[in-house]
């Protein structure tokens, strides 16, 4: 349902900095402006490379005076055509456009290999790495470059909820033996974000059946995740063993000479000059990840559209400035942090905290804890669990599927969850 909604809507044109969209129905409207607004106006700035806002609107006889006649179109993102309609690639997600260091380099190579031997180097490819470091754009390289380097190869490239949605209307829609068909024709099948398939067991079940078809008929499946195989949550065994049969790649923030390196690429790309010092002073400032130095060229090339003037160092001092929500966020926390944070709050000891007392008055704050530890810092689960007095893997997940699943039914649990993340400086999304 939610799919046909994108399908449907219209872009107006641009007026006052906002893109704006219409939409049929009311519902849609809402949605969207609910659940989907940030994401849009994130894309419309990094697609046009200007600070644009994204304006819903549900009527199209406009009240404002829309500044572009023609419809918006954001030229970068190719909908690749044929068989596959449905993939939505960025050109510039390319291996030319990516830049390799340290930390990304076996994953660099392993993309290389696979795009350019696929089912021969390693099969499957599994990605993972924190937010915002390039597995989407190593996934998509695959994709792009397999294709041009040979016309007749069906690739398939899809996130891991677009596998989910497709799965579940061909449920409903009675249409399951299309979907397998479908999916199983596929000589490369490149799936983001599978760890997604995270306490989905229907769909487990499936994509365990197609990725062995595919498989044991030679083909070549890539996978990107958040963690490594063993360490996604409420993932059935046979499919870890499976995610970790080929190559395990993790990519590693970048180091200072790569994020300087990036900003210059990026810089290009977005034909925008920025000066030596400000990359500098940018990569020196910004360094969790990709996303964070992008927000900054935004801004940065906002700020210089604004003034009229050329980006400088001024410029991007008052862009970095506390405040702009760039430096700030999202801001790295320590276990520590979080321990003391839930020792407060809740007013339990630390040392409770990490003994091994089962009081519900102790348990509950220890799990909420861990579920700030796991959502917030990039330890793994056994590393949390060693934090959190020497706890196994097992437990630190379960607490986790705990908090989950009280969240949505639980009002004081949910503020709980938003205060704690507030005094912690932590975006709560
Ligand atoms: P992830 O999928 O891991 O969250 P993305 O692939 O979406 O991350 O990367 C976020 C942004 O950072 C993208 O614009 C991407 O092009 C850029 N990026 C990440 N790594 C590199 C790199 N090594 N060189 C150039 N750009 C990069
Ligand atoms: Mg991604």
């Known amino acids: 349902m939610c799919r046909k909604w994108f399908e449907d809507i219209d872009v107006l044109g641009i007026s006052n900095g906002s893109i704006v969209i219409y939409l049929e129905e009311d519902v849609q409207l809402n949605y969207l402006e609910r659940k989907c607004k940030n994401q849009f106006v994130e894309a419309a700035q990094i697609i046009t490379g200007h600070l644009l806002g994204v304006h819903f609107v549900n009527t199209r006889e406009l009240d404002f005076q829309v500044t572009s006649p023609q419809p918006f179109n ?3 993102y190719v909908i690749a055509d044929g068989a596959f309609g449905d993939m939505l690639i960025s050109p510039d997600y390319s291996f030319d456009n990516f830049i390799v260091g340290p930390g990304n380099q076996l994953a660099h190579a392993a993309a290389i290999a696979v795009s350019q031997k696929p089912a021969q180097a390693y099969n499957p490819l599994f990605i993972h790495s924190g937010v915002g470091l390039g597995k989407t754009h190593l996934l998509q390289a695959i994709c792009q470059t397999a294709m041009q380097s040979n016309d007749s190869m069906k690739v398939y490239y899809v996130s891991c909820n677009g596998f989910l949605t497709q799965f579940l209307e061909s449920v409903q829609a009675g249409e399951m033996s299309d979907f397998r068909h479908k999916f199983r024709a596929f000589d490369m099948l490149i799936i983001d974000d599978i760890h997604d398939l995270s306490n989905r067991e229907q769909t487990q079940e499936e ?23 063993n360490e996604i949550p409420h993932l059935e065994d046979r499919l870890i063993s499976r995610f970790s049969c080929g190559l395990v790649a993790g990519i590693d923030p970048p180091g200072f ?10 810089a290009a790309l977005r034909h925008i000059d ?3 010092e400000v990359s500098n002073y940018i990569a020196a400032r910004l360094d969790q990840n990709i996303r964070q130095l992008e927000g900054a060229m935004t801004k940065l090339q906002g700020l210089s559209l604004l003034d009229g003037s050329p980006i400088d160092l001024a410029m991007a001092k008052t862009a970095l400035s506390s405040g ?12 520590q942090d979080i321990l003391d944070a ?6 339990v000891k630390l040392i409770d905290l990490l003994s091994k007392r089962r009081n519900k008055s102790i348990t509950m704050p220890r799990q909420v804890g861990m579920w700030l530890a796991r959502r917030h810092t990039r330890f793994s689960l056994e590393e949390i669990g060693g934090y959190f007095g020497g706890r196994d893997h097992t437990t630190v997940m379960h607490a986790i599927k705990s908090v989950d699943s009280k969240i949505t039914l639980n009002d004081q649990l949910d503020q709980d969850l938003t205060r704690l993340q507030g005094r912690l400086s932590l975006d709560k999304d």
């Open 324 to 335: 702009s929500g760039l430096k700030d966020a999202p801001k790295h926390v320590s276990i």
């Open 342 to 347: 839930i020792s407060d709050f809740y007013d």
């Open 257 to 266: 000479e790569t994020r300087v390196a990036i900003i210059k690429k990026k």
């Open 74 to 76: 954001p030229s970068g």
């Open 274 to 276: 920025i000066p030596d």
């Open 207 to 229: 994509f365990f059946h197609t990725f062995n078809t595919l498989f044991q008929s030679g083909r070549q499946v890539v996978l990107s995740s958040d963690a490594p195989p």
